[in-house]
């Protein structure tokens, strides 16, 4: 067989079989058949049968995996960028461009080339349609916090974001404290960093449509500092010309703009899904033209003419239409849509409406007479829906958007409805839904259920420390209150907006709402509000440097809360005039106030306060005045002795005023670093641990601020008491 054709002539077949099996084993490839179509139609012939029948799965596949074509360059810059990875040198890129231009097929491109290489791969998506805060990163968060290992440090702020977190690691993880809003939204870029840093494996994270991200985009910022010291390539993909200022807003990002193909490009697609006859000049002419290199636009235009002529390899050999895009690509999606039956149509712009991501436990309450299996199955032979990373989903947005623009205007406000109603009857006590029904509800003219989940969707994007979604949540709700007269609810609204502002370190625009929520106060007479607006006041100055101000806004808050015999309001305005006078150097009247606030908070049922959380009179005093070298001695040897966490975190906060007194401000930074990040000290003396960032601040360098403070952020209790004790 080696030297010669093989002998067939012995085999038990039909004589013209034989024939078949001698060309298909010829060693001269002129006497072979061309292609694989040749030879099942000489096989049909035998039964004069047509074997080869293209249907529409058959035609998609040649489409979907045509090889990539012009992006040589792109494909090599982030293969090199993988390799640097590999090798523990991290990346982070995006790849812009307009829809349609190849760029998710540049990332699987991507995906494909570290799978082959070893590396985890993972994938988030944004999205427009009530996506809940860091959607963005929601589905590789569940990936990330299951890596063996991982302390509560780490895990603890980021069971909000994974609310079955103890189900997927089998434990349950504690709550993590409040903080301030400067330190909340400090610690999930933090806890984030954890993650990213415990990696044990090579890692390619894809992010798509961050066009649609806000907070999201925080985590990359923050991750573009350390990322070149990691074994991680990031790649995001964005519209360019919906958020064109995106690319500036991340440091580092290496960019890749995708441009549409060229007439060369083209002829290298179309050669791809046609084969030879893909290189005619009159079919290179009409894709050229219809299209304008739009990758998306092409497959159309291809998978069009297919259905014309009736198969892929006809397409050339039939005359061809003067145009193909007649009312332009609109058209053209219409009659892809047209395929779907019609009576699937109902229930696939139910699932338009509700964005590009299928919930079809929804869609199956929406339409309970249809059998859903057959209907996803239907759209998906008609190549609108397809299944990616076990969800189903449009396997284009602009195919999303076509299936809208079919639904009569009035007609999608009751879409909306329909769809909250039974995403309500499933799932209202889950707060990722509660962004989705407040959209919903939204568009669906129902602003009193807008209003409701946007204000738990608000509060929880508080928690989150996405400032910027509670912003839009808590204006709407805001906007809603004032329309209906809703006085109180006014208050409340803007007290949140305040708290978002504060987070974003606005504090211009959060003095000025609290000092608008003081007037409504005095006009309808609440002293409670009005002591609570004064409170807000009083810490804002506070953070801006204004101790003397500060202190009139909250002795008036104070007198007030007494009046009323509020005990929470005077352990909290003790709490913050002690701070006012600690910065004014008046430590004994602080230490005063201090040990009021303590005798309160022990008879306060909630325990508020900072010094709620110290139970001794004289550890508050160690709190505010460095103790001697002695005392201190002492006290990390008590505190190791005992295995006391809450002492050891005493003993630390101690440490760190005796260090700042000595000078040793980096190490005073490392600790206060440390304590912040415990998820045990997140209570105690916080606003002074924040303070005293400030002066750290303001003493260090940036780059030896930031070095500290990660070290700081990595260490153990324990390891902060060793560097203590080699101090001492």
Not at 612 to 622: P, V
Request: glycine share 8%.
């Amino acid at each position: 067989m080696l030297y010669g054709n093989p002998d067939v002539s012995e085999l038990d077949v039909h004589p013209d079989l034989k024939f078949i099996l001698e060309r298909l084993l010829a060693r001269d490839r002129v006497l072979r058949f061309k292609d694989a179509a040749e030879v099942l139609r000489e096989m049909g012939s035998l039964t004069s049968n047509a074997i080869f029948q293209e249907s529409a799965a058959t035609r998609e596949s040649f489409l979907q995996a045509a090889r990539l074509v012009e992006r040589d360059a792109e494909v090599s810059k982030l293969s090199a960028a993988l390799s640097e990875a590999l090798a523990g040198l991290g990346g982070l890129w995006l790849v812009s461009g307009e829809s349609g231009v190849g760029k998710s097929r540049l990332l699987d491109e991507v995906r494909a080339l570290a799978l082959v290489r070893g590396a985890l791969v993972l994938r988030g998506q944004a999205i427009a349609e009530g996506g809940s805060p860091y959607f963005l990163w929601r589905s590789v968060l569940r990936w990330l916090v299951m890596q063996p290992g991982l302390p509560d440090e780490i895990l603890s702020p980021l069971k909000i974001l994974v609310p079955d977190i103890h189900e997927l690691l089998g434990r349950p993880v504690p709550d993590a404290p409040e903080l301030t809003p400067r330190f909340a939204h400090q610690r999930f870029l933090d806890a984030f960093q954890g993650l990213f840093t415990n990696l044990k494996q090579p890692t390619l994270i894809l992010l798509e449509d961050m066009q649609w991200a806000a907070e999201s985009l925080d985590v990359l910022i923050h991750l573009s500092s350390y990322i070149g010291k990691l074994s991680l390539l990031v790649v995001g993909s964005f519209r360019d010309d919906e958020r064109p200022e995106l690319a500036g807003r991340i440091p580092g990002a290496h960019v890749l703009r995708l441009r549409r193909l060229s007439d060369r490009g083209i002829a290298q697609l179309s050669e791809a899904m046609l084969g030879e006859n893909g290189k005619q000049p009159h079919v290179l002419e009409l894709l050229q033209r219809e299209t304008e290199g739009n990758v998306f636009f092409l497959v159309e235009v291809v998978r069009l003419l297919a259905e014309e002529a009736g198969q892929l390899d006809r397409i050339g050999l039939v005359t061809l239409p003067a145009s193909v895009l007649a009312g332009g690509i609109k058209r053209v999606i219409e009659r892809r849509l047209g395929r779907i039956p019609e009576s699937a149509m109902p229930l696939l712009q139910f699932a338009a409406v509700m964005g590009r991501w299928l919930d079809v436990s929804v869609l199956g309450r929406l339409s309970p007479d249809k059998d859903i299996q057959q209907w996803l199955a239907d759209c998906s032979d008609a190549a609108v829906l397809e299944v990616f990373e076990d969800r189903w989903r449009f396997t284009h947005d602009k195919l999303r958007e076509g299936v809208l623009e079919l639904i009569e205007s009035d007609r999608r406000p009751v879409l909306h409805g329909l769809i909250a109603a039974e995403l309500e009857a499933l799932r209202a006590d889950e707060s990722e839904t509660w962004p989705m029904l407040a959209f919903h509800f939204g568009l669906g003219g129902e602003k009193a259920k807008e209003a409701r989940y946007g204000v738990l969707a608000g509060t929880q994007a508080l928690k989150h420390g996405a400032y910027r979604n509670a912003l839009v949540y808590f204006d709407q709700a805001l906007q809603l209150a004032i329309t209906t007269g809703q006085i109180r609810d006014q208050i409340s609204f803007k007290s949140h907006i305040a708290s978002a502002h504060l987070g974003l370190g606005e504090y211009r625009p959060a003095r000025k709402l609290y000092q608008e929520n003081l007037i409504t106060a005095h006009e309808i007479r609440d002293d409670l509000i009005v002591a609570d607006s004064l409170l807000s006041l009083g810490s804002v100055s506070l953070v801006q440097g204004e101790p003397i101000e500060a202190r009139q806004y909250l002795e008036e808050a104070l007198r007030l809360f007494e009046v009323a015999n509020d005990l929470g309001g005077q352990v909290r305005v003790c709490n913050r005039l002690g701070d006012a006078a600690y910065e004014l150097g008046e430590v004994a009247v602080a230490l005063a106030y201090f040990q009021r606030s303590l005798e309160m908070s022990r008879k306060d049922e909630k325990g508020w306060g900072m010094a709620g959380a110290i139970r001794d009179t004289s550890e508050l005093k160690i709190a505010l005045q460095p103790p001697s070298k002695e005392v201190l001695k002492d006290m990390i040897g008590a505190a190791r002795k005992s295995n006391d966490s809450v002492l050891i975190i005493q003993a630390l906060w101690a440490a760190i005023r005796w260090l700042f007194v000595e000078h040793q401000h980096t190490t005073a930074l490392e600790l206060l670093s440390l304590l912040i990040h415990h998820p045990a000290a997140g209570d105690i003396l916080m606003n002074t641990l924040e303070e005293l960032s400030f002066e750290l601040e303001a003493i260090l360098s940036t780059e030896e601020y930031s070095q500290h403070w990660e070290t700081g952020k990595g260490m153990s209790i324990w390891q902060g008491v060793d560097v203590v004790s080699h101090l001492l």
